[in-house]
């Protein structure tokens, strides 16, 4: 078994930052990839920021310049640094751990449960 626990959200002004984390536990032998997809009401899920187990980052163009992913393999944990928060990043973020190898070698996705994320005008 595998799970991914987020932590991190709140409520900010716009202008202003959190850090979110995410830490995958569980019987894991390697993850590929870890990302950040929020979900606000009423709307699809989107991917914004990912990172795989080299360091390779990629952003949404709504995210570049504001956010930062980063991860520590070590500790199998992902976090997400977000700067000048709009109101419009108000969502539900979900952490995503894609192409987990558990140590019986199955291949697996994973999601976490999500923590919410409110930006006030």
Do not use: H
């Amino acid at each position: 078994q595998v799970q991914l626990v987020e932590s991190g959200g709140g409520l900010v002004q716009a202008g202003g930052s959190l850090r979110l984390s995410c830490a995958a536990s569980g019987t894991i032998f390697s993850i590929n990839a870890l990302g950040w997809s929020p979900q606000a009401p009423g709307k699809q899920r989107e991917l914004v920021a990912a990172v795989t187990s080299g360091g390779s980052t990629n952003y949404a163009d709504s995210v570049k310049g504001r956010f930062t992913i980063s991860r520590d393999n070590a500790k199998n944990t992902v976090y997400l640094q977000m700067n000048s928060l709009k109101p419009e990043d108000t969502a539900v973020y979900y952490c995503n751990a894609e192409r987990v190898v558990t140590t019986r070698r199955g291949v697996y996705d994973y999601w976490g449960q999500g923590t919410q994320v409110t930006v006030s005008s």
